[in-house]
């Protein structure tokens, strides 16, 4: 069974600009969720998704947004990028919302110049 | 807020046993979570033990929690130097409403 993909693995955008990362979650798993990784902060919880809803929202700015699709598949967007959204994003699936095992992607690094 | 907390490093000797510490704050996860990463990778699940479980062992690892003093430890027998790598606690805070919430990492260096 094919794991979380994520696409693309790299991204270099300059301040100001918008970015869509893209995640496709384990085949059956409905819930995606997205988290953001820096030196400085560590993981940090972005938003949930399930069934085409986000369910659950971590304390990020509204320049952060997200949707799932009917086939479960994630984008995440960020509008008017700044210097300090350079980071690892993560995606990881589970079958359901608060199921305990939960697969992560190998990421996505973007860095804003 | 919750607040998960590991030591930075550890330094083992090849073959030797290593144990990772961590300590969390929310008295209501409902999961307790082991990840690793290795450079340039995402989160590979090594394990996770469901709250009221006070052992877990899956081949190499094994893992304790002590729920009254929240605490958690990853117990890893025979380190190889695949076992390199940064190794994060995670806690399902408010029964997975805010995600997972994860330690800093600890960096797990072997000794030849």
Redesign the interface.
């Given at each position: 069974k094919a794991g979380?993909t994520?696409t693309p693995r790299y991204l270099i955008k300059t301040r100001g600009q918008q970015v869509t990362l893209s995640c496709s979650p384990i085949s059956g798993h409905r819930s995606v969720?997205w988290?953001q990784q820096t030196p400085g902060q560590?993981?940090q919880?972005?938003?949930?998704y399930f069934s085409e809803t986000q369910r659950?929202k971590?304390n990020f700015p509204g320049r952060f947004s997200g949707r799932q699709f009917s086939n479960s598949r994630s984008e995440m967007n960020v509008s008017t990028l700044e210097l300090g959204d350079s980071a690892l994003y993560?995606c990881?699936s589970s079958l359901e919302?608060?199921r305990?095992?939960?697969?992560?992607?190998?990421?996505t690094r973007l860095t804003v110049l | 807020g919750e607040d998960v907390e590991q030591s930075l490093f550890l330094s083992v000797r090849e073959g030797d046993s290593s144990v990772i510490n961590c300590t969390y704050t929310d008295s209501s996860s409902t999961y307790l979570y082991w990840y690793k990463q290795e450079p340039g990778a995402g989160l590979q699940l090594l394990t996770y033990i469901f709250s009221n479980m006070d052992m877990k062992q899956d081949q190499r690892l094994t893992v304790l929690l002590n729920k009254k003093d929240k605490h958690l430890s990853l117990r890893i027998a025979d380190t190889q130097t695949g076992d390199s790598a940064i190794y994060f606690c995670a806690e399902s805070s408010r029964g997975g409403a805010d995600g997972l919430t994860f330690g800093k990492g600890t960096h797990l260096i072997i000794q030849p």
């Amino acid at each position: 069974k094919a794991g979380v993909t994520q696409t693309p693995r790299y991204l270099i955008k300059t301040r100001g600009q918008q970015v869509t990362l893209s995640c496709s979650p384990i085949s059956g798993h409905r819930s995606v969720s997205w988290y953001q990784q820096t030196p400085g902060q560590g993981l940090q919880f972005l938003f949930e998704y399930f069934s085409e809803t986000q369910r659950n929202k971590g304390n990020f700015p509204g320049r952060f947004s997200g949707r799932q699709f009917s086939n479960s598949r994630s984008e995440m967007n960020v509008s008017t990028l700044e210097l300090g959204d350079s980071a690892l994003y993560l995606c990881a699936s589970s079958l359901e919302l608060a199921r305990a095992e939960q697969f992560f992607g190998p990421g996505t690094r973007l860095t804003v110049l | 807020g919750e607040d998960v907390e590991q030591s930075l490093f550890l330094s083992v000797r090849e073959g030797d046993s290593s144990v990772i510490n961590c300590t969390y704050t929310d008295s209501s996860s409902t999961y307790l979570y082991w990840y690793k990463q290795e450079p340039g990778a995402g989160l590979q699940l090594l394990t996770y033990i469901f709250s009221n479980m006070d052992m877990k062992q899956d081949q190499r690892l094994t893992v304790l929690l002590n729920k009254k003093d929240k605490h958690l430890s990853l117990r890893i027998a025979d380190t190889q130097t695949g076992d390199s790598a940064i190794y994060f606690c995670a806690e399902s805070s408010r029964g997975g409403a805010d995600g997972l919430t994860f330690g800093k990492g600890t960096h797990l260096i072997i000794q030849p």
